[in-house]
Every structure is written in C-alpha cells, then in structure tokens.
C-alpha cells in the first residue's frame, strides 16, 4: 500500500497538468507552494484560473454534440468574484441560490439574462429582486412559490421565465446527503406536475419555459442521469401533449463528478464515488441521447460545479506540531502506537474531512518518498477534527524527515470547502490566492481578522 501511494505521487508529478516539482518543492501551475504559504500565511486556498478554463472547455466540448447547450456554473461550489470572473470570462452563464448569491453574479459582471436561480426556500424579498433582474429561468420548487411568483410579478409588472423542479425519482451512488432525486427535500412530485404547470395559464407575467431536475452530486455512474433525464423527457412531452404548449428549455442539473481518487491509482481510501467511472463526455452523451429521442430544437441547461472547480485549488496548511501516542485497550494492555501531525487546518478549512478522500502531500518534501503513516489532526477543540480517508485508513502518508513548519498540500479542494469553512473557536476563515497563469497571482480574499469577527457585535447600542 505504500508502494501504491508512493508511485502515484511519482505518476502525479510527472503526467498532471497542474502540478510538478522543483527544488524540492510542489508547484501548482508552475507557482512554488511553499513559498505562497511564507508569503500569505496559512491555511491557504490557492486557485487555478488555468484548470478552471480547461475544466469548462471539456465540458464544452462534451456538450459539442448539442449546439444549444446552456452550461450555467452552480456558484455556490465557490462563489468567490475573482472565481465568477475567470467562469464569465470562459463564455458560460451562471446558476445561484440566494440573492445574495445572484448579486455576487451581477457583481462578478454576469448579466441578468446569464443567471439561473435555484433553491427551495425563496423569501418574497428574493423573489421580488430575482424577477426585477431579468433572469433566464427561475426554477420553481413549490405550488407556493409559483404562486407567490405570480403575485410579485403582478405586483411589479414584469415577466419572469420558469422552470417547475421535478423528482425523477430516480436513486444514485453517492452519499446520502447528495442525493437530490430520490426522497429528497427538492422539487415536486411528478404526479402534481400537470395540475402545477396547468396554473401557469391563468398567469399573465410568468412564463413557463420547461423542466428542471437535479440528480445528485459526485455520482460516479452515467446510468441514473440517464435514467432521470429520460423521466424528466417523458414528463415533458406529455405536458407539452396534454396542456398544449411547447417548451424551449429542459434543465437536467449538474452532478458530473470530480475524481478525488485518480485513474490511475491503484490503492484504497475513501468511499467508492471518489474514483469515479464517467466525467463530462459520459455525463452528456446519457443527457443528450435522452433529450435527442424527444426533440432536437430545444436548450438543454446543465449547472456543473463541482467539476468547473474541484480540481482548480489546494489547500495549504503548516505542519505545527508532532507527537506519538500509544494505543491503549481497555485494559490497559497495549495495542501499538501512532504518530501524529497537527495542521493549522482542520474541520473549519476543509468540512468534508469525514466524508471525503484529498490526496495530501508534503509540499516542502515532494520529492521525498511518503511512506511513514499518521494521523493528521486539526487545531479545533474537537476531538473528532482528525481526517478520516487516508490512503491507510484513518492514516496517511508523509516523508519521514517531516518537520514542523512544512507546508502541507491537499489536492483537489476547489468545490464546497472554502464556501462552507466555520469560525468555530474563533478560527479566521482563509485567505486565497488566484494563480491567473504560469508564474502569476494575487491575492483575491485576504485572510479574517478578529476585528472582522466582532464586526457584527459592535456598534449595537
């Protein structure tokens, strides 16, 4: 086992596009780590403008087969404007979950019409600025919402363009919380689509443009966007039957995986759906040959996020401290002993630390052979805040010379982690770093401060 990781470092540095090794030293897009963590501190976030334009031009191209494809990135995978900015840039639109987060969009220079508005809870106050911004589609989870929508677009006088969310009912393999499809909180029944969508006629300013579905995140399979895409086709085409209209649009979500776990390694760690079997070109050819069989004249929106920015960061973090601990048994009798290494970031940097597999390297040591087993532990006051999926279990790899103050990479962190970091014990939340190409960067989010953590205490009397 630590052969297999071993050489997968080796195969890392020598056939990924993001990375190599100099001096000793990982670099991501020719930029030395290291060096980023001296210079900005650490925990790090540190973004690859580069791998998110490679990202977004294969799915593009995956999409090729269907010219009027609409690739709207789900914001809330990272939400940072720099991050907006290089996806704007790239030629797609956008997809958001708040109006907070339509208004980071607008603030990122996306225009109204390039924004999809998702979510289950939309409060009239984000309702009623969503329809005043124009959007391409605003995806209805709810009879309520929809007529909520209708009395706000009364109210204002302004058309507003929807899609009604649908369950496919249909279950997929990955974690229960990224199931989106099958019992989950979102969207309506397909039975109760009929009598929705048949209000939408007695609404003078709401448009319906089509359907909208969601699979799940990190599926590694292509077999249940297939099977969704074809209940949320049939759906369609009998409602275009049955209520006499014709829709433009059919919104299959996103969900196309990132692999955490690479092709090419042959070791464990991690659940299954972190080496996944499909990516963008399997993703669309189950899409495309479902919506083919219904209709060819129609956009089909897909949001991806995950994969626009999984593979786009690293996260750093410093080694701060060491210890060995003896494994006790009840009673008393000794089972062994661990070595571990306590980082600057833990649970409040990276929130999948329980469910998720990174591959960590020593970026001060790259190229050291990492073959000594740890735990790595974080600096919170918890005593679960310890990463879970290593390539040994619960342990991980490190070189044997590793010492305090080296920088600790983990890969593959661009999707959920800094959107979703605490201030538990009063942690800051991290700074980030955009590498805009080789050997270039600035800083896009410096890291908190306390005084920005009593900035919403102060100034209450």
Request: charged share 25%; with cysteine; net charge negative.
């Amino acid at each position: 086992m630590h052969h297999d990781y071993d050489s997968q470092r080796q195969y890392t540095l020598q056939h990924d596009r993001r990375l190599s090794a100099s001096h000793g030293h990982l670099q991501f897009e020719g930029v030395d780590l290291p060096a980023l963590a001296a210079q900005f501190g650490s925990p790090l976030f540190v973004y690859s403008a580069p791998e998110i334009r490679r990202n977004i031009a294969e799915i593009q191209q995956a999409f090729a087969g269907h010219a009027a494809t609409r690739i709207c990135y789900a914001s809330k995978a990272c939400s940072l404007l720099a991050v907006l900015q290089v996806v704007r840039e790239a030629g797609i639109s956008i997809e958001a979950n708040s109006a907070n987060e339509i208004r980071r969009c607008l603030a990122a220079g996306f225009a109204g019409c390039e924004i999809v508005y998702n979510g289950v809870v939309k409060r009239d106050e984000e309702l009623e600025f969503a329809i005043s911004q124009q959007l391409h589609a605003i995806n209805v989870d709810s009879e309520q919402e929809l007529l909520a929508i209708d009395r706000i677009s009364r109210r204002l006088q302004q058309p507003v363009r929807i899609c009604l969310r649908v369950e496919p009912n249909v279950k997929a393999a990955t974690h229960e919380g990224l199931m989106t499809a099958f019992r989950a909180k979102s969207g309506v029944d397909l039975a109760d689509a009929e009598r929705i969508c048949r209000q939408v006629a007695a609404m003078p300013y709401v448009r319906l443009c089509g359907l909208h579905m969601h699979v799940g995140d990190q599926v590694p399979d292509a077999e249940p966007f297939g099977a969704a895409t074809r209940v949320l086709v049939e759906t369609a085409r009998q409602l275009e039957d049955t209520l006499n209209i014709r829709f433009d649009m059919i919104n299959v979500g996103g969900g196309i995986p990132t692999p955490y776990r690479y092709a090419s390694d042959r070791g464990l760690g991690g659940p299954d759906n972190m080496q996944p079997a499909i990516g963008a070109d399997e993703f669309a050819a189950a899409v495309i040959r479902e919506v083919h069989a219904w209709r060819q004249d129609i956009e089909i929106c897909i949001e991806p996020g995950r994969k626009v920015v999984g593979s786009a960061a690293v996260l750093l973090t410093s080694l701060v401290s060491g210890k060995r601990k003896t494994l006790l048994n009840e009673d008393g009798s000794v089972e062994g002993q661990v070595d571990w290494r306590m980082l600057d970031a833990g649970f409040n940097a990276i929130p999948d630390y329980k469910d998720w597999y990174f591959y960590v390297y020593n970026a001060s040591r790259i190229a050291d052979s990492h073959n000594q087993p740890v735990k790595l532990g974080g600096p919170l006051c918890d005593g679960g805040d310890y990463f879970r999926h290593g390539p040994l279990g619960e342990q991980f790899l490190l070189p044997e010379a590793s010492a305090v103050g080296d920088v600790v990479a983990f890969l593959d962190v661009g999707a959920y982690q800094l959107e979703n970091q605490t201030v538990y014990n009063a942690q800051p939340r991290s700074a980030a770093v955009l590498i805009e190409d080789a050997g270039h960067y600035r800083l896009i989010r410096r890291q908190e401060t306390f005084s920005d953590m009593l900035l919403l205490e102060s100034g209450l009397d």
